[in-house]
């Protein structure tokens, strides 16, 4: 059986006691007593334990063996960045890639790589030429320009 009070303790420098547990679930010394050396602690309990004892939830749940690690690092993405830390431009070319088909990903991934400052490849899905911005010198404005002199 898990001793939960042994792993808050090493958690948080600090002995941890029934009292302590019960008065943070809103359950009476006895019944924490009981929970801890019979029934274990559910899931919810234990984040109230950790919220109150500064203890991050998902290391509590994780070591305590409500959740693997590979479902807590499921929120993470592929690059190791959490959702929360990631551009926003990121979330929405993985958002088109997991919302469009297959048949658009091409697209989707050609987007990624202009925006990381990858080369993009010139194949046959490729922007077509008319299509492009020209960024050359206003031809008419400098014509206008030359007239006025």
């Known amino acids: 059986m898990i001793d939960y009070r042994d792993w808050y303790k090493s958690a948080t420098g600090q ?7 019960g008065k943070l679930i809103g359950a009476s010394r ?6 801890l ?26 070591d ?8 807590a690092m499921s929120h993470l993405d592929n690059n190791g ?5 990631t551009e926003d431009g990121e979330l929405a070319i993985e958002l ?7 048949t658009r990903a091409n697209e989707i991934d050609e987007l990624a790589s202009r925006r990381a400052g990858a080369p993009v490849s010139d194949d ?12 050359g010198p206003d031809e008419d404005a400098e014509r206008n320009d030359a007239d006025d002199d």
């Open 64 to 71: 305590l063996g409500h959740v693997t690690e590979a479902e």
């Open 81 to 85: 960045k959490l959702l929360d830390t």
């Open 30 to 35: 006895p019944t924490v007593t009981r929970r």
């Open 37 to 62: 050396t019979q029934d274990g602690l559910t899931a919810d309990e234990i984040i109230k334990v950790s919220r109150g004892l500064h203890v991050n939830p998902i290391d509590a749940l994780v």
């Open 96 to 102: 088109a890639r997991r919302l469009n088909p297959a």
């Open 124 to 135: 046959d899905d490729s922007m077509p030429l008319s299509a492009v911005a020209y960024s």
């Open 15 to 21: 002995r941890v006691t029934a009292e302590t547990i």
